[in-house]
């Protein structure tokens, strides 16, 4: 087997800050990851300018009927399912987002050996998904360089999807394979190689960057509310109605009424509050608006 270089990848360097950390007193590490946790922020905010192009080309696609898939194997695959399974019930999606992990679901839990070292598996996974030139396929690696990434990314741009990569390393392998590389470098991690420090938070920030904001484009949002919300738990009931208040003004009585009549659709609903119309013609207003509120209650 050929040696994987790595050395020169900054998510494997080690922090000078920390070169005794098994010395240090609680107090003094906490503060320490802590600092370096401030870095991360301002390190994503030096790569808005593609994550903002990676935006634009996901919003066309949710437009034309596409997805936005994530990939990824550990960690980064990881955050990638947790971000698409929190946009069923943020954002009321069904088919739009889809997260897939290195070695299948049960990879979520525990490591399935050698799955991200295989490049053909991340082209089968994106086959099973029936991938089409209308999706986006968003590759995470924070390294840059893993396979099953890749081989996905690759197969994507040979149908013509959209490849976005989003990699913790500055010229990264992944960022190659990309139409649009998003590549941020907060610096080495506390603990020599732990990308699920530095780099997950990035890329966390990343992802809800994405997500969102895609969102927004999509008509899913109404001023700053999850207008779409999917209530899943008597939580989000509450929430949905509370959502109905707070774009109409209205009372709970009355947000608890139409909630009701809307069928539990607090877009439909306020829709109806604000225009006075039937839920037949709030949904077709949103319907003729491509869901989005504001343009529907003109």
Known sequence: MSEVKLNHLTTERRNEKTMNLDTLSTHELLEIMNEEDHKVPEAVREAIPEIEKAVQAIIKALRNGGRLIYMGAGTSGRLGVIDSAECMPTFGTTYEVV??????????????????????????????QKLTEKDVVCGIAASGRTPYVIGGL????????????????????????????IEVDAGPEVLTGSTRLKSGTCQKLILNMLSTA?????????????????????????RSKRI????????????????EVS????????????????????EERLKNNEGFVRQAIK
Request: glycine share 12%; net charge negative; with cysteine.
């Open 99 to 128: 997260g897939l992990l290195a070695g299948g679901p049960g990879a979520f839990l525990t490591a399935v050996e050698g799955a991200e070292d295989d490049a053909e598996l991340g082209k089968q996974d994106l086959v099973d």
């Open 214 to 238: 895609s969102m927004v484009g999509y008509g899913k949002v109404y001023g700053n509310l999850m207008v779409d919300v999917k209530a899943t738990n008597l939580k989000l009931v509450e």
């Open 263 to 282: 069928g539990n659709y607090p877009k439909v609903a306020i829709v109806m509050i604000l225009t006075g119309c039937t839920k037949e013609e709030a």
């Open 154 to 181: 690759d197969y994507a741009r040979s149908i013509g999807a959209t490849a976005v990569s989003v990699a913790c390393n500055k010229g990264s392998e992944v960022g190659k394979h990309a139409d649009v590389a």
């Open 244 to 259: 109905i208040m707070m774009a109409t003004d209205c009372d709970y009585e009355t947000a608890a009424k139409m909630y």
